[in-house]
């Protein structure tokens, strides 16, 4: 109880806080707008399209690889994020990504949004005030809204990791404490104008290229992902039992639904209806083609056979190593980087795991960590002026070759960062509520012992 009293104080105490700055303040910088319908309709369509990522998207897709006494606490899951972690989003969670930089050290933003000051609309006594999104066409209000989706899928991209073990309680309040002190922290470093690796930071000495998420979205989640796998232990009769998914029909329809929302996902971080938009979804399409048919090419000589959950994580690893570098390598570009994701994230999911043994339920880490890292790396790579437009915006294959440093250094941050925190935010849940069901809560499944419901009754 001590916790939640003090989360409600702290509540309180910030919400008196925003109400004694200076409504003035929050629209100082709004000025006069023209905003573009074109770019509004595009932003709005990409908006829900990440939306339907987390659900039904995420949630058909991990729902489908459980057991099918767990399925319906993987779509809870799916569900409470969306609702939680937009109210964060909305008190303080884009303030500190996207506002000023707190102390001047591009680690962390600062106040001045919270609450949405400065976000939504005012009326200045003779007509209505707008604020805009600097160097766009559209309202900050859209920007704040299509951020927003990202907040709310990275935190349910982890629980692929700890499926079928974590309680429900301990579920949300490690959600937000790690999008609090992970997600937000490594957005403000990548995205905002003052963050210390951003490449919209002239005075950055890593400037590393991260279009629509590699390094804030997927490398922070896959690797919390393996702490969060390690530090909970196996599932009961892991390797001794056969725990094969339920229902793979809801995967493959899962894994569709994620391949048309990331166009929303990467396409929709141009943030209008231009060319880069157009690049970034062509590049997305084909790096999750040939991501789909690397792993099951690799499957079919492996194994003998290629599979459908081996062709839908194909699709998702391409997806993901082609996130950072969706608005600046070519469309053939993008499918190469497909096919090292596809190969890499198989070799992840299978040997690596295999050899380690650690119960990574969903394979989080292997296709998001990895997969990530790999994307990451290789935008140092395939990054290309003829696409960015930009003379300082290019890869080694342009002749720049310290920009792989840079995504490196980027990268490796991320991940030093995402360990850390991880740990300490597990044991900060372990001790408030503790992490894992009971024994015997875990043998009837998640469904009935933390929801009391069943996903499937039979007559």
Known sequence: MSFWKWSVCTIIAFMAFTTTLDAEDSVATAAPAVFQAADIAWMLTSTTLVLMMTAPGLALFYGGLVRKKNILSVMMQCISLMGLMSLIWAFYGYSLCFSGDLGGLGIIGDFSHVGMLGVTSTWDGTQQIIPAQAGTGIP???????????????PALICGAFAERMKFSSMLLFSALWGTFVYCPVAHWVWSDAGWCSEFNPQSAYR?????????????????A???????GRRLGFRQEPMPPHNLTYTAVGAAMLWVGWFGFNAGSAGSASFLAVNALVATHLAASTGCIAWAVAEWVVRGTPSVLGACSGAVAGLVCVTPASGSATPLGGALMGIAAGLGCFYACTTLKNRFAYDDTLDAFGVHGIGGLIGALLTGVFATRAVTGKPEAAGLLDGNAAQVVNQAVAAGAAILWAVIATIVILKVVDASFGLRVSQAGELQGLDISQHGEEGYIFH
């Not at 393996?226 to 909970?232: D, H």
């Open 226 to 232: 393996l702490i969060c796998s390690l530090l909970l």
């Open 140 to 154: 900050k209000l859209l920007h704040f809204a299509f951020q927003m989706m990202f907040f709310i899928i990275t």
């Open 208 to 224: 590393a290229f991260d279009f629509a998420g590699g390094t804030v979205i997927h490398i922070t989640s896959g690797f919390s």
